[in-house]
């Protein structure tokens, strides 16, 4: 009688280990965009970008399919964020309305506006991504997950845990 090996078959862990990091780069920069809105800190996104993708690799046999792999993905590293946000910093305690932020921002006016210039628009970027800063941490995940994930609304709530 043949002898079973204990050993994994090198070949398929190979093709395991690519898959994988197929996957994990088609969806990086998504997975670093939801960390950074969360952690406001380019090294500490990395970090829970790091813990996204162990949790990933520890858990990829617990992936359903019944969402889709993004929707999996993004609430790993979501969850990844906000232990390290809440670990480091705790809960924010100032929550800013959104109407607000975009009064003080001057935003307004709609497809009348002429095209910025490119100076013109690293300035607004820059206008942005300081309004993001001053959001809480919640309401940057949904802005993040709707306007640059381009996740519906149905998906953005069910994502979040939200009504």
């Given at each position: 009688m043949p002898r079973m090996s204990t050993k994994p078959d090198t070949a398929a862990l190979r093709?395991?280990?690519?898959?994988?990091?197929?996957?994990?780069r088609s969806h990086n920069q998504r997975l670093f965009r939801t960390a950074r809105a969360i952690l406001r800190d380019d090294a500490e996104a990395e970090d829970a970008l790091q813990?996204?993708?162990?949790a990933c690799w520890r858990s990829a046999g617990t992936f359903a399919g019944g969402d889709s792999a993004r929707h999996w993905l993004l609430a790993i590293a979501r969850n990844a964020a906000?232990?390290?946000?809440?670990?480091?910093?705790?809960?924010p305690h100032e929550f800013v309305?959104?109407?607000?932020?975009?009064?003080?921002?001057?935003?307004g006016g709609g497809a009348a506006d002429p095209p910025l210039a490119p100076d013109d628009r690293a300035a607004a970027r820059e206008t942005l991504e300081a309004a993001l800063m001053t959001l809480s941490a919640e309401e940057r995940e949904v802005l993040i997950l709707r306007d640059l994930e381009g996740f519906s609304g149905?998906?953005?709530?069910?994502?979040?845990h939200l009504t």
């Open positions: 093709a395991e280990h690519a898959a994988f990091a197929q996957i994990m813990e996204t993708f162990l906000r232990r390290l946000y809440r670990r480091k910093r705790g809960e309305s959104l109407d607000e932020l975009g009064r003080e921002a001057g935003w149905e998906e953005t709530a069910s994502l979040l």
